[in-house]
């Protein structure tokens, strides 16, 4: 069976101080070891290395937001991936809608993060999903394409089960209108027939798919009984500590 991953996108929230008191919440919350399941928090670069103290002895995990291919250089603003592994992280989201839309993210630059998400030994949590408009022209499943094939370009089969994809309609982030668990299914179904054509049917069986976009702790239960949906990437409910913990229990419930 697939393990449940739960990652928390803080997004730009919480300073130093609102940092620690979140993520010492949801230690004191997810205190039992996971059987089966894995939860992420993303805070922002400034607090990683707080969070990373707070977390050291839990079972929760590290995630940055964002990551820049370059090793080191003259790129002022940029973190590297190695920077990133230096500062305690495990995962990285890679390619969220919002990078994609104000800071003019593709598929190249989504696909180099990648492999330099790779080569440090980071998680890459890949983010695919389509606007309002292209649903409703009915492109859902073309878009969702195309940033598969885009991100996932060159990168060999052995390492293929290394990354993580969230199906994140751009039209349920943030907006309190979640896929419904059939819409969401449709597409989770969809990117595991890409995957079994691009690379095979073990990949397609195992590779994890969460969906993001609007997760609360009333609708996850019925979004993770969905047999291809296997876990969630949250943004506002992830911000506190009651919310997030309520959608990693009703997560871990569903592996029993
Ligand atoms: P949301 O954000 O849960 O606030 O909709 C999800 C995301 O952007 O990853």
Known sequence: MRMKLIAGNWKMYKNSQEAKELVQGLKDCLSKPLENACVVVCPPFTVLKEVCQ??????????????????????TGEVSAGMLKNAGCAF???????????FGETNESVNKKIKA???????????????????Q??????????????????????DI?????????????????????????????????????????????????????????????????????DGALVGGASLKVDSFTQIVDKSIKANV
């Not at 969230?166 to 179904?189: C, D, F, L, M, R």
């Not at 054509?197 to 009333?218: A, F, H, T």
Request: proline share 3%; glycine share 10%; charged share 20%.
């Open 137 to 158: 022209n009915n492109q859902t499943l073309r878009v969702v394409e195309d940033h598969v094939e885009g991100a996932l370009q060159g990168i060999a089969s052995s």
């Open 161 to 229: 089960l290394k990354i993580v994809i969230a199906y994140e309609p751009v039209w349920a982030i943030g907006t309190g209108v979640n896929a419904t668990p059939k819409q969401a299914q449709e597409v989770h179904k969809y990117i595991r027939s890409l995957l079994g054509n691009m690379y095979s049917q073990e990949v397609s069986k195992n590779l994890l798919i969460l969906y993001g976009g609007s997760v609360k702790p009333d609708n996850i239960g019925d979004l993770i009984k969905e047999e291809d949906i």
């Open 54 to 75: 707070v977390i050291d002895g839990s079972s929760i995990k590290l995630g940055a937001q964002n990551l820049y291919w370059e090793k080191e250089g003259p790129f």
């Open 92 to 102: 990285v989201i890679i390619g969220h809608s919002e990078r994609r839309k104000y």
């Open 117 to 135: 998400a790779l080569e440090n030994d980071l998680t890459p949590i890949v983010c695919v999903g389509e606007t309002l408009q292209q649903r």
